[in-house]
């Protein structure tokens, strides 16, 4: 599998007997796998299996995922509450042979509260069960179609970084070719700084002075960085190739990356140097940000 972003967004639509839902799911960056949940009063059975799915689906990313509900969960089913109509049409008609007055009307007595109760009809045995799979079907495609999101934005990410790993490869390969890095280059240097402190008139201790150029010489010298940066390509080639999440390896390496370029930078003895330093500089940073969005 290649690398994944972990930025997108999916929905899915389904409907079953009248009820019609709608599952939305958005995932942005994350250190770690981090579920915001809502779903509507009734339909918390689906909290568990969904918490699943992602789990198993992803590593990284806030994901936040919802359900929407429109239509009846279930009939509504209208009953007559007898007893209540019993009493108030035998106390109607005692107060009419009191007072008098027209008989009772059925409208009337029905608008009366407690009278109707409309109440919903208890769902068939395994309604529940079937209506709830026929849900987690459909967040399995909203499912589906978040990972194909990221997957897509993580192609557009490997082609990204695996340019900018090739030009730090490329920019690393010329501080390796710099001239300032011959011998004969150091030795000039270090004759010109000679003469310069012979001008002042100080009197050096010979073996002292060739012990200090010697430091200075290694102080200045950067194979060291060059062959970490080496490495580092390597394995970020590794990662771009991976089958596995990689985007915390990838940023742990970046700040790695940082380093070398930071210290190649301090030791550079010429411009040309110091101006190849600070490009890797520049495209490490680009790296970084990058990385920050692979899963």
């Known amino acids: 599998m290649p690398i994944a972003s972990m930025t997108g967004f999916a929905r899915a639509s389904g409907e079953r007997q009248g009820l019609f839902w709608q599952w939305e799911i958005k995932s942005v960056n994350g250190k770690a796998l981090d579920v915001r949940l809502r ?5 918390e059975a689906l909290e568990t299996p969904v ?12 994901l936040q995922v919802s359900l929407s509900i429109s239509g009846q ?18 106390a109607g008609e005692a ?39 026929a849900m987690l079907e459909c967040f399995g495609e909203a499912l589906a179609s978040l990972a194909g999101a990221r997957r897509e934005e993580g192609d557009r990410l490997n082609a990204i970084v695996s340019a900018q790993v090739r030009r730090i490869a490329e920019l690393a390969d010329a501080a390796r070719r710099n001239p300032s890095r011959s ?29 200090e150029a ?5 102080r200045a010298d950067i194979q060291e960085e060059l062959d970490r940066l080496n490495s ?18 990838f940023d742990f390496l970046a700040q ?13 003895s010429d411009r040309a140097l110091t101006g190849i330093g600070l490009d890797l500089k520049t495209v490490i940073d680009q790296m970084r940000e990058q990385v920050q969005n692979i899963e």
Request: net charge negative; hydrophobic share 45%; with cysteine.
């Open 232 to 249: 580092h390509v390597e394995a970020a080639q590794g990662l771009l190739a991976s089958n596995d999440a990689v985007g915390r390896k």
């Open 183 to 211: 011998a004969e280059s150091i030795r000039a240097r270090l004759a010109e700084q000679l003469s310069r402190i012979m001008e002042t008139g100080v009197s050096l201790d010979p073996d002292r002075l060739h012990q």
């Open 95 to 133: 107060l009419r042979e009191r007072i008098g007055g027209e008989p009772l009307r059925a409208d009337v007595l029905l608008s009366i509260k407690g009278v109707v109760e409309v109440a919903a009809a208890p769902e068939e045995e395994g309604e529940a069960e079937a209506r709830n799979a």
């Open 256 to 268: 790695e990356f940082n380093r070398e370029a930071n210290t190649l930078c301090s030791k550079a």
């Open 51 to 62: 918490r699943a799915a992602l789990a198993s689906a992803f590593r990284r990313g806030n």
């Open 39 to 43: 779903l509507p009063s009734g339909f």
């Open 214 to 218: 010697v430091i200075a010489a290694t």
């Open 73 to 90: 969960v279930a009939r509504e089913t209208v009953r007559l509450n007898q007893d209540i109509l019993d009493r108030l049409v035998d």
